[in-house]
């Protein structure tokens, strides 16, 4: 079946046709009254005269044709409907300060920041799902939709990559200046999660929730965000990293060197634990690289639901025919014009 990419193209045949309408319009012609018109020779056009005529139509014709190229005609050669098995994942990933930790780092020799392996690890839970439709949302002090319910996997991927810890900023006697960017915002990023599942496709809908637990700002509460996932029956896997004890974290010296100290760091599992009680969903307590892998391929397990996607596998496109005869119609045209009859259209 023919069809074509980008139909929108066809547009430009509204100035097109005024071209047309320009160039063979009829009305009355300026002239030159000779006397004795039997006097003049019998043939009196050259090939000059009839390869100026000639250039009009070709000209038409080439961009017509470069129209026709434009709108990108194209045959489906294969398209079918299968059923895949598919869930809608919400993906709300904590971007506090406290995600600046290195306690998840693979090991001593090669430290990373908790955010650094969530999105490593994330990555690849997303790369083995690729029927599903996965959005993500981040929260520190607000919550924000970075990336819609998707099935483009690579651009998901590429936006995870580009996600950063806020730093708070100061002002120029040093005072902090939007500090709540750096605070932890539990409930405005789960209720933003759960928004963006409402309408998905796949009756199977969970959001994985990866935090420290400690909920200290926001306007929604993570009790109310629970609530709502309950009631719209999202089921919500969290995934509580950290702990009590003394965490490493960067920091530089009085030499300015970068170096690594340990500081006492909070977390609550409970807050967490009971968002995933009152939405049937599970928690997931993580302390190192291996443990959150595990919970991760854990939930990978979940149940799907079946549906049905029209898959559109190749086209063969048509347009460079077009495309090729149109310039070389257009370019025989303009040399005519500009070789020939030395005078515009």
């Not at 993570?222 to 702990?243: E, N």
């Amino acid at each position: 079946m023919l069809s074509f990419a980008t139909p929108l193209a066809f547009l430009l045949l509204l100035p097109w046709a005024a071209a047309v309408w320009f160039l063979y319009r009829t009305g009355r012609r300026a002239g030159v009254l000779f006397a004795a018109t039997r006097r003049l020779p019998v043939r009196t056009a050259g090939w000059r005269v009839a390869a100026a005529a000639l250039v009009p139509p070709l000209f038409l014709l080439g961009t017509l044709l470069l129209i026709v190229a434009a709108a990108r005609p194209r045959t489906t050669l294969a398209r079918e409907r299968r059923s895949v098995n598919a869930i809608a994942i919400g993906m709300v990933v904590d971007v506090s300060g406290s995600m600046e930790a290195l306690d998840l780092s693979p090991s001593q020799q090669e430290w990373k920041t908790r955010l650094e392996v969530v999105k490593e690890l994330f990555a690849t839970f997303v790369g083995a799902r690729p029927d599903d439709l996965i959005g993500l949302v981040t929260f520190g002090g607000y919550a924000s939709t970075r990336a819609p319910l998707t099935a483009d996997h690579r651009a998901l991927v590429h936006v995870l990559k580009g996600v950063e810890i806020p730093r708070a900023q100061t002002d120029a006697q040093g005072r902090p200046v939007d500090q709540e960017e750096t605070l932890t915002a539990i409930g405005d990023g789960l209720a933003t999660g759960v928004a963006r599942l409402t309408d998905a496709e796949p009756a199977t809908r969970i959001v994985i929730l990866l935090s420290d637990g400690e909920s200290n700002t926001g306007i929604i509460t993570p009790d109310q965000a629970a609530d709502a996932a309950a009631k719209l029956g999202i089921r919500v896997y969290a995934i509580g990293v950290g702990s009590n004890a003394r965490t490493p974290f960067k920091t530089r010296d009085l030499f300015g060197r970068e170096t690594i100290a340990y500081a006492n760091a909070t977390f609550d599992e409970t807050q967490l634990k009971t968002i995933a009680s009152k939405t049937s969903g599970r928690y997931f307590s993580v302390r190192d690289h291996d443990g959150l892998k595990a919970a991760l391929d854990e939930i990978n397990t979940l149940e799907t639901t079946r549906i049905d996607r029209q898959v559109y596998q190749r086209f063969d496109e048509h347009f460079v025919r077009y495309l090729l005869w149109g310039a070389a119609l257009v370019a025989l045209a303009l040399t005519l014009n500009m070789t020939l009859t030395r005078r515009l259209l």
